[in-house]
C-alpha cells in the first residue's frame, strides 16, 4: 500500500476537484433517465398520456445534454458510457414497457417476446455505435449518417400507434401493433444509413435570427397545444425520409467510387488504347518489312 505521506501528490491527483462543466451534461442524462424511469412507472398505472411526454421529454433532453457538453467542452468518457446508459433505459426499454402495457399484453407471450426484442435491439444498436464511433475505414461523407434508425427516433416512431389512438383513431389489432413494433426494432439495427444533421453547419445569416426564433417558439407552442397530432405528424415525415436518407448515401458512394477510380491529377492511363487505324505495335509475329518501300 503506498504511503501518501511520502507521496502528497498521490492524494492530491486522486481527489483533484472536478470542473463544474463536466457536471452539467451529466445531470442532464441524469434527468433524463429519471423521464424514462417515470415513464415506465407512469405506464404500469395506466398513465399513458403521461408516460409517452415522458418519454418525448427524455428525447428532447438526450438531444440536448451532448449539445451542451459540446458547447462548454465538458465532453468525458464517463459522460458517453451514462448517455449510453440512459439511452438503453429510455428508448429501449421504456417505449417496449409502454407498449406492452398499452396493447401488447393482449397477445401474451408474443406481446412480452415483441417488447424484450425491441430493448434489446435498442441495446445492441447503442453498442454498435459506441464500437464504431472512432472506424478510421468509415468514407468522410459517412458522417453525415447514422447507421441504422437511432434509439431516439426509433423510440419516438415506435410509439405512433398510441399518438393516433389518443387522437380517436380505432386501435389497430396487437398482432399488427407487434409486428411494427418488430419492424421498428430491425430499422434499428439494420445497415440503413439515416442522415443525422450532426455534421451541418450551425450558422444562421443575420436576417434570419429572429424568423428562425419565431419558428422555433410556433413549433413548441404547436407541439404544447397539440402533442399528438404533431408527433404523429413528424413520425410519419420521419418514416417517409427514410427512403430518401438511402437514396442520398448511394448517391454519395457513387461519387466517392468515381473520383477513387478516376486518374489522379488528370494524368492519362498507363496504357491507353491505340488510336483508330493505327499500326499495330511490334511483336514476334508481325510482319518486320518497312512499312513504305524506297
Not at 22 to 41: E, H, K, Q, W
Not at 187 to 198: D, Q
Amino acid at each position: 500500500m503506498p504511503d501518501h505521506s511520502r507521496h502528497p501528490d498521490l492524494r492530491r491527483r486522486r481527489f483533484r476537484p472536478i470542473p463544474v462543466r463536466l457536471l452539467v451534461p451529466n445531470v442532464i442524462t441524469l434527468l433524463a433517465i429519471c423521464a424514462g424511469l417515470t415513464a415506465i412507472r407512469l405506464s404500469t398505472e395506466g398513465r399513458m398520456e403521461l408516460a409517452v411526454a415522458a418519454i418525448v421529454f427524455a428525447a428532447l433532453l438526450d438531444g440536448l445534454d451532448g449539445r451542451v457538453a459540446r458547447m462548454i467542452k465538458g465532453q468525458s468518457k464517463f459522460g458517453a458510457e451514462l448517455d449510453s446508459l440512459a439511452d438503453f433505459v429510455n428508448f429501449g426499454v421504456a417505449p417496449g414497457l409502454i407498449l406492452y402495457f398499452w396493447q401488447l399484453h393482449e397477445l401474451g407471450n408474443g406481446g412480452w417476446i415483441a417488447a424484450v426484442v425491441f430493448a434489446i435491439s435498442g441495446g445492441l444498436r447503442l453498442a454498435r455505435f459506441n464500437a464504431t464511433m472512432d472506424d478510421p475505414n468509415k468514407p468522410a461523407f459517412a458522417a453525415n449518417y447514422f447507421t441504422g434508425v437511432p434509439a431516439p427516433a426509433g423510440a419516438i416512431t415506435v410509439l405512433l400507434p398510441v399518438y393516433l389512438a389518443f387522437l380517436g383513431v380505432p386501435r389497430l389489432p396487437a398482432a399488427l401493433i407487434a409486428l411494427y413494433t418488430l419492424l421498428i426494432a430491425f430499422l434499428m439495427v439494420s445497415r440503413l444509413p439515416v442522415f443525422s444533421g450532426k455534421t451541418v453547419r450551425m450558422r444562421v445569416a443575420p436576417e434570419l435570427v429572429l424568423p428562425l426564433f419565431v419558428s422555433v417558439i410556433f413549433f413548441i407552442a404547436l407541439l404544447i397545444g397539440y402533442p399528438w397530432y404533431m408527433l404523429s405528424i413528424c413520425t410519419i415525415l420521419y418514416l417517409l425520409s427514410l427512403p430518401a436518407s438511402l437514396k442520398s448515401y448511394r448517391n454519395h458512394e457513387r461519387k466517392a467510387a468515381a473520383l477513387a477510380n478516376a486518374p489522379a491529377g488528370g494524368v492519362a492511363p498507363s496504357n491507353p488504347a491505340p488510336p483508330p487505324f493505327a499500326p499495330p505495335a511490334s511483336g514476334p509475329d508481325r510482319d518486320e518489312r518497312p512499312t513504305r518501300l524506297n
